[in-house]
């Protein structure tokens, strides 16, 4: 027990704690099992607090993105969701203004049997591109373009909300042309008005309205595959948007219509400026 008496006294102390452990073993383990009883009852009223607030939230929300929706051409989106109401008329809006015409959004907020770290909801998105077709999952029916649509729509809702500093769209416009791509354009630049932007696009309509354009290029050197980007300046970029309209060949009236374009874009800019100005002083 020891070389000593100080030894063999502590020895004496350690061996009669220990022996207080083993009898205190079951008051112990009963102690342990309240405090874990009480940290999870905690954690279930922070979710369910969780929960009712987001269920304030998704009310304010809903009809922002159904503005927005509407905005991109979903005109007759109608999302649903017991929980979520104003926040459906936001999306729908919003679809509505990117041309998804027949489109209806449905979030369902469902209880989740176990406490996850982000509470106790699980949300899942359904939507119908097309009418009289049912709402399935977000995920399994639609395509490219249409699934760019629906996250620049929730893009344009959020963005002041999450405070994000930069959002990159790697050609977002995907499967769309004409109007829809107009409208598109639209949207991003709003969005800009709030976070930087960058976009990677090959459609003029969603080029002409960056504030600044940067020209990729491929070329192979020295068997090697180099990657250089370029500034491009006034002309440049007339030159530019003219060939995303036309191809290769450049013509007087290609590039008017380039000069043209920028010029609405511009005016497009502006108007995000002053509608950027009447959402801030609503708020």
Not at 91 to 106: G, K, V
Not at 143 to 172: C, N, P, Q, W, Y
Not at 191 to 202: G, M, N
Request: charged share 30%.
């Amino acid at each position: 027990y020891g070389d000593n008496a100080e030894e063999i006294l502590e020895f004496q102390a350690q061996a009669q704690a220990q022996l207080n452990q083993i009898e205190n073993k079951e008051s112990i383990i009963e102690t342990l099992i309240q405090e874990k009883a009480q940290i999870e009852q905690k954690a279930k009223q922070v979710a369910h607090e969780l929960t009712k607030q987001r269920q304030e939230i998704s009310l304010e929300l809903a009809k922002k993105i159904e503005t927005q929706l509407h905005e991109l051409y979903m005109e007759q989106a109608i999302l649903r969701q017991e929980i979520a109401l104003e926040l459906a008329e936001k999306i729908e809006t919003q679809l509505h203004e990117l041309y998804m015409e027949q489109a209806i959004f449905e979030i369902r907020v469902l209880p989740s049997e176990q406490l996850l770290e982000t509470g106790m909801d699980e949300v899942y998105f359904y939507i119908s591109t097309n009418k009289g077709e049912p709402v399935k999952p977000l995920q399994k029916i639609v395509s490219g373009g249409e699934l760019s649509r629906i996250t620049l729509a929730m893009k344009t809702i959020f963005v002041r909300k999450h405070g994000v500093g930069t959002i990159v769209f790697d050609e977002v416009d995907t499967g769309v042309s004409g109007r829809v791509a107009q409208a598109i354009a639209n949207k991003m630049h709003y969005i800009s008005e709030f976070a930087q932007v960058l976009c990677i696009t090959h459609l003029p309509q969603v080029a002409s309205i960056a504030g600044v354009h940067i020209f990729i290029e491929k070329m192979e050197k020295d068997e090697r595959t180099r990657t250089t980007l370029t500034t491009l300046e006034e002309d440049k970029r007339i030159e530019e948007i003219g060939r995303m309209l036309s191809g290769e060949e450049m013509t007087a009236l290609t590039k008017q219509h380039a000069a043209e374009l920028i010029a609405l874009s511009g005016k497009i800019r502006q108007q995000n400026k002053v509608q950027k100005k009447q959402v801030i002083a609503n708020d």
